[in-house]
Structures are given as C-alpha cells and as structure tokens.
C-alpha cells in the first residue's frame, strides 16, 4: 500500500488533526453523543428486525459481494460496456481521473447551460471532490436538496454520517438555523416554525419545491450504474430525488467507477441488501432508475461523468479492493462502539465508521497525520463485518493497514511500546519486576485513571489505563499460598 | 493521454492478477423467496403496502372506477392529473366528481403543482417490501405527473403483484418494460433526518393510495 497521497481532493481536511485528538474532541459534547447513541442504536435495531425476515440473509450476503465482485475483477470491460450502453441510451459519458478534472467537467456542463444554481441529490462522490466549492468558485449556486443536506449546508458545517448526516443537530437548532438562514437563499421559513420535525420537513418542502420547479441543471450521483442495460439507480427516501432526476433538463450524474453492476438481474441482491441494511426498511420510500434520455420525460440531456479518484489505486492492491464493494449503507457505522462515541467528525473525511477508517488511507494514502491513525480508530471487534451486506472484511484491512502505516515508520512509540512490552513479558523476573512498579505507581496515583503514562505518549494518549492494582496477582499469590 | 485512455489503463493494470473469465460466475446464489401462494402473496402486499402508513383498497376489478371517484371526493380534493393512456371508464367516473387534467394540457411542473392528486395504473407490485414500480407508460404518464401533485392514486391489478425483489427485477428486465425509466414506490414519501423521528411526506406526494384490483 503506498504512502503517497493518491487522491486529488481540494484541501478542505488537509490540517484535520489525528483520529485520538479529534475524537478527544467530540467526546466532550454531550449532546452529540445523546444524539448519536440513540440514533445507532435505533436504526441497529430496525435494521436487525428486517434483516431477521430474510431467511437467507447470508446467501443474499454472499450473492451481493459476488456481483460487485464480478465487475470490480473485470472493471475494465464493464466500464467500456456500460459507456456503450450509456451513449447508445443518449448519455454523454466523462471520464474524470481525479476530483479537479470532474469539478472542471460539471462547472463547464453548467456554464455552457448559462446557469448560476444547479440542485443536488445527496451523493457521496459530490462531497468527496468537494463539487459544492468547485462551482461556488465558479459562481454557480449548488443546492442540496436532501434534508439533512440542506441542514448542514445552512448550518456551513459537515456531514457526520452517511445515511443521516445531520443527526449531530437537534430540533431547536435546526428550527434557529431554518429561520436565521433560509430567507438569506430563497423562501424563508415561516414566521411561526415551531420544532416539531413536522413542521420542520414542511418548511424545507416549501422552501426546496421553489428551487425545484425553477432549476434547470441537476447533479447526481448513482447507487448503481448497470453495464449491460446503461441504468444509473438512485436510492432515496424524500422525494427530492426524484425532483431532481426528473424536472430540470439537464441531468449530471457523477458516479464512482466502483458502482458498476454487470447486468440488471444484479439489481436483485442489491434491492434487498441496500434498504435491509441502511435505513432498516424493507424498501426505501422511491427509487428511481433511468436509462439515458427518456423521450417527452424528464431531463432531455444526460451527462455521466465516470469519477476514478484513487479507485483504481485501491483496485491494484488484492486485498484491499473490496473495500470498493462498498454500497455507501452505512451499517457499519451504526454497529460500531467507535463511532458511536466519536461520531463522523473525527474521521476528517466524508467517509466516516469502520468504512471510512479502510478507505480513506486507501484512497488518500497514509501520508497525513489523519490517514495514519484512522486504522487504529477500531477495537477490531468485527461487528461492522457481521453487518456489511457485501461482506466487507473490515477488521482484515484495517489490520493490513496497520501494518502499513508501521512499515512506514508511522506510530514509532507504539512500536518501541510493543517491543519493550516483548521484551518484559518473555521474563518472567523482569515481568514480576514491573509489575511491582506498577503497583507502586497504582498506590501513588490511587483512584484517578490515568491517562498518560510518560515516555508512552502515543500509545496512552489514545487509552485510559485503569489504575493499577495495590498489590499484583503474584505478590498475592506469594502472600496468601508462600511461595511464588 | 486522454482521461478515460489513462483511466482503463489503470483499471487494467490493477487487476492483472486477475484470471477469471470476464461474465460466467461461479455458482451465485440466486435468492428468491417463494411465494405461499397467490391469495397469500396479495395479502403480504396489500399488508406491506400499509405498513407504510399507505392506504390500501381491495375491491373487485369491476368496481375500479367508482372507488376512484369516491377516494377523490372523500379528500375534498378538487382536480386530478391523468396520464393519457388511464382506462376511459376511470377517467370518465373521475370527470363526474372532479376536475379532470389531461396529460397533454398538464403544462409545466409549476402547472402540476397546482393539481390535487393523479390517478394512474402501475406496472408492478412486490409483496415482500409493499413496493409498486410504475414504468412511465402510457396508463401512468410521464414522471413529473406522479411526483409533483401531493395524492396519488394508483391502481394495480392482482396479476401485476410478484412476490419478491427478484420476481419484480426479472419482469421488469423483460418486455415490455426494458428500457423505460422506472419508479419504485413504498409509502409515501419520508424523511427521518431530524433526531430520527419519522415524518411523512417531503416532497413526493404526501398521501399515498393503493387500489388492489382483484
């Protein structure tokens, strides 16, 4: 796995500090974890119950990583079958190497249609290359129309989690920020907007079907893009999808390379896997699939920019490419005790969870200090295995990943850490001899954690040793029985 | 080099160590539930559909027209979008009651945003997840007419209902649906991104009715 940074991202998240010193952080706030507790386990739990009405779960597990695997081992030749597909439906097809060059391919669609707003459908690959900026830069107003999208874009703040990226925010903030904010970028929010999610849902209706019967560009993305048939799939619950992909007349959909499927009976297994797993709902409200321009209905110019961005750089390493299987539900997320504590911030990508722990490093390399430490944001207790509906072997990669970010001399006082613990423990002289200190030590400190011991930086900056014992096992057992 | 040369490079470098054969697969599992039986299989639907918080009506196929009529007049609702295909007997049961919009004089969006409720057929129904697809066709009109008005009324005959996700993606790979735009449907529209908590009704039609033709 390479060291070198491989993805061209605007530098937004350059600076963003360490995993342990974000998560230090977000720890602090209260509300968050009031927010995010409730909200993991929740959805953990509906998800469990749907996915318990599917007698062949695992089978349908297995059928998934299949198809996704199928196209990613033969990428090459579904990508040139679903650009055949697209342009024989009436699609125009891009080709984008990194984040700049697809920012540069939208901003140019949008110019050349004279336009200065364009509405979004929520889409991870939209925020990974940080379309939003490009076009603001370049004057064109980008609105999100997803609901949580539109709560963070008015708050000027970042997603935390990929299904429910506002979940960080209450309903009294939300009501602050619609009424400080939505009269300053259309339709303000009514004068007498209470907090009841209701109400609240209502005033972006209001306030977003303005933005919706004016546009007339709209930016996608596509949960997936079928090589045989050239069908883009877009998964959604609002309704503001659906806005999008049908009313303007001129459509961006900016996909990933990975979201291939090979054929169109693929859709099966992935229909049952994606709603199952992501919002723990037997189906999600609509989906909306469209093959090219449709005659007399909805957008009359189809533009699919095929984003690769460090895809085909995980794609090269032979274990670490099915972390592009990865269908973007979020389940893992919701199952992992990491994240449920630290929330999405902390991971200083639009990718957060165990997922993100795996890709970003992959896709951005582990130069930066973030990318580095984000495969140690993980217990490794497999739970987000258990739950990806495309069998994603996360502790795995992030053991691999591990091992190379210390190859690389990142982590050096966990090493020295490690190969001191080596040496003490294979005596055991040297081990009673220790362990006295640290009970000496636990005599002096007495209750308190403690949570930095000196010269162990790196390693106890990220634990809370417990206090040590007044006495050891062995000093007992010499005490109580006589001989050690 | 140009991007997409550059990028198919890259791809295909990086699965070198790939020997397969591109296409056959392996023995994938093909998961399909089977149905229970067709009267079950309608009950799971007209079961799921309502769980969505969607309104289901089971009556015989030849009394279709009338509960239309009386499912617009019961909501106060005072005109409703057709697609131009919709069964004439609908449309003219429909016409009694309401003010009826043709497909063709529907106008722009900004037009059908002023229209109470659209009435259409549908192309399929999954009984395992309460989904109707419609595929665009002439008895469900283009997309906007299903999206923009806040009711939709849509009718689907017994023979159109599958019993699970597979059944539902084979048919609609098959004529005459191959190749249109589709919209799957389960409930209406939704949103639980503020603290979790679920509300009905966004941006697609608010309320949704499903009658079961049977």
Known sequence: MSTLPVQQTSPTFVGMPSFPEAAREALAKTQQRDNLRNATHTIRAKRAAVVAEVPEWESLRVAGADAKDEALTHLGDYLEQLEASLTANGATVHWARDADEANAIVVEIARAKGVDEVVKVKSMATQEIELNEALEAAGIAAWETDLAELIVQLFGDRPSHILVPAIHRNRTEIRDVFLREMAKVGRPAPEDLTDEPARLAEAARLHLREKFLRARVAVSGANFAVADTGTLVVVESEGNGRMCLTLPETLISVVGIEKVLPTWDDLAPMLQLLPRSSTGERMNPYTTMWSGVHDGDGPQEVHVVLLDNGRSHVLADTVGRQALRCIRCSACLNVCPVYERTGGHAYGSVYPGPIGAVLNPQLRGTASEVDQSLPYASSLCGACFDACPVRINIPELLVELRGAVAEQGGHRAESAAMKAAAWVLSDPRRLAVAQRGATTAGRLVGDRTVRRVPGLGAWTDARDVPTPPKETFRQWWARERGES | ?214
């Open chain 2, 1 to 214: 080099m140009s991007a997409r040369d550059e990028i198919l490079a890259r791809v295909r470098a990086a699965t070198a160590d790939v020997t397969t054969p591109v296409g056959p697969r392996g023995a994938t599992p093909v998961v399909e539930e089977t149905s229970p039986g067709p009267g079950r299989t309608l009950d799971l639907f007209a079961e799921n559909v309502a769980d969505y918080r969607a309104e289901v009506l089971r009556v015989p196929a030849d009394e279709v027209a009338s509960v239309l009529a009386s499912a617009l007049r019961g909501r106060g609702l005072g005109s409703v979008v057709v697609p131009s295909g919709l069964d004439e007997g609908w449309r003219a049961a429909l016409a009694e009651v309401v003010t009826v919009v043709g497909e063709g004089d529907a106008g722009s969006a900004a037009n059908l945003d002023r229209v109470d409720a659209v009435v259409t057929a549908s192309a399929v129904g999954i009984a395992s997840t309460g989904t109707i697809v419609l595929d665009h066709g002439p008895d469900q009109g283009r997309r906007e007419l299903t999206l923009v008005p806040d009711t939709h009324v849509c009718v689907i005959r017994a023979d159109q209902v599958v019993h699970d996700v597979p059944e539902a993606v084979n048919r609609l790979g098959g004529e005459p649906h191959r190749g249109r735009p589709l919209t799957w449907v389960s409930g209406p529209s939704a949103t639980s991104d503020i603290e979790l908590q679920r509300v009905e009704g966004v941006h697609g039609p608010r309320t949704l009715v499903v009658v079961l033709a049977e």
